[in-house]
């Protein structure tokens, strides 16, 4: 059987398109065999396979295996495939990777955020669409609801209620662009309403915050293990995973932001962006359950399929959805994007697609836990029991020096020190926060390499 890619451990850097794409690929390979990393007798992923990795054509992946084949650097034979060449090239005495100068596009990708582009469902997300664009109505492609096409509300309002227990009348469900989007119309409404502060964590998305503040709201934060938002208008959490702590609201926690609603007015803005992914424990039900009057539940496709589809919903109070109706900058997503998601939902395959995605990450994080056990004795690793990102805690006063090293390496990852509110009260802790969904599959061995030579 063919070794899995990954196994390979070998970094490709291609440039997104064009000629460059094939030059990078045929160049990391040359290199691969060159070195002795791809040893002789080795058989490559066919060039089907390993197109689909790297979400390129196989025509590339084709043409750069003829050229090598060409240098006799690999053999192609029907029947066993394409291998590394016998003895191809003597192998050179191994070397340490030299470090690569902290300029330009990162060689490694640990920035949390982003899940694994290249395992995006491709096939199932084109028969999705083309079943959604055959059954829909003419009618679906006129202007519609402001709300958004009612088969995926229907669809949504379905799903929140099965996997989250969120009370979702398919009514009060609001289809915004993305997660980011959802959170802008709301602070607007926020401030129309005179609101002039909504409470934050102390440590979250510097993004969010910053968009929050543009629509002319103050931020405040809150500890993440305080229940009390004071006398802000609304209050901003994460309660089944803080991003980036990666710990859940506590019981007590959340009883005592549902009465500081109920007791002052406030709203609770409740992020759900990656609920797919639990590992360790059964999932943490959402808090709009708790009290659906008070609470906007919002949802996001970001960390479950790709941020590029700018797909999200929000659950809505009564009393907040004739202002988001109004405010008019909804029906932002296009309806065929809306329909496909509807048919994706309703068929299975997102479930499925979320099942898959699920082992493939935890096999990640597992990897992650069991490399640091073994060569970074310093390093504690915390929040990993659901998401895409770890927390790694480090010696104290070491975080700058860790990420300054990780840029020497090419190794794009974020310290804690970057998610802290600037006016935040509590102690700061020397930490990193990795993304492993980010890196495609065959260049996860080599970023864990790069990221253990960081470490201390
Ligand atoms: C904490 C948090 N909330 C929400 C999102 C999703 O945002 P959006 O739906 O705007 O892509 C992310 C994505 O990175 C996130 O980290």
């Given at each position: 059987m063919a070794k899995p890619w990954a196994t390979f451990g070998i970094d490709l850097h291609l440039e997104p398109a064009g000629p460059g794409l094939r030059r990078g690929l045929t160049d990391a390979l040359r290199e691969a065999v060159r070195s002795g990393r791809l040893a002789p007798g080795t058989r490559l992923p066919s060039s089907r396979a390993l197109a689909a990795d790297l979400g390129i054509a196989r025509n590339t992946v084709a043409e750069a295996y003829a050229e090598l084949v060409a240098e006799g650097r690999l053999t192609a034979r029907q029947g066993s495939g394409t291998r590394v060449a016998d003895r191809a090239v003597p192998r050179p005495p191994a070397r340490r990777p030299t470090p690569r100068r902290p300029?330009?596009?990162?060689?490694y990708d640990l920035t949390p955020g982003v899940p694994d582009l290249a395992s995006f469902p491709r096939a199932e997300w084109l028969r999705a669409s083309r079943r959604a664009l055959a059954a829909a109505p003419h009618d679906a492609l006129g202007y519609g609801d402001a709300r958004g096409r009612p088969e995926l509300r229907t669809a949504l309002a379905d799903r929140l209620a099965r996997v989250r227990g969120v009370r979702a009348d398919p009514g009060r469900i609001v289809i915004c662009s993305g997660f980011a989007h959802g959170l802008h119309l709301l602070c607007d409404i926020l401030r129309a309403r005179g609101a002039r502060t909504l409470a934050v964590e102390s440590y979250g998305l510097a993004e969010h915050r910053d968009l929050i503040e543009r629509t002319g709201l103050r931020t405040t934060p809150v500890p993440s293990d305080d229940a009390d938002p004071g006398d802000a208008a609304a209050v901003l959490l994460n309660p089944a995973h803080q991003f980036p702590l990666g710990g859940v609201l506590r019981p007590e926690r959340r009883a005592a932001v549902i009465d500081w609603a109920r007791r002052t007015g406030g709203l609770i803005l409740e992020d759900d962006y990656d609920s797919e992914f639990r590992y360790d424990r059964q999932p943490v039900g959402a808090i709009q359950d708790l009290d659906p009057d008070h609470v906007v539940h919002l949802g996001t496709v970001s960390k479950s399929l790709a941020p590029g589809l700018r797909l999200g919903w929000m659950v809505l109070p009564p009393s907040l959805l004739p202002e988001v109706v109004e405010h008019g900058a909804v029906r932002s997503v296009g309806v065929l994007e809306q329909l496909t998601f509807a048919e994706f939902l309703t068929s299975g395959a997102h479930d499925r697609h979320v099942r898959a995605a699920r082992l493939r990450y935890r096999r990640r994080r597992d990897a992650l836990v069991d490399v640091l056990a073994e060569r970074a004795l310093d390093v504690r690793v915390t929040g990993i029991a659901a998401g895409l990102h770890a927390v790694l805690r480090l010696p104290p006063g070491t975080e700058q020096s860790v990420v300054r090293a990780a840029a020497w390496q090419g190794l794009a990852v974020k310290g804690l020190a970057y998610f802290r509110h600037p006016a935040a009260e509590v102690a700061p802790l020397d930490a990193l926060v990795v993304g492993y969904g980010t890196p495609p599959d065959h260049a996860w061995t080599a970023t864990l390499d790069a990221l253990c030579r960081a470490l201390p």
């Open positions: 300029s330009g596009r990162p060689r």
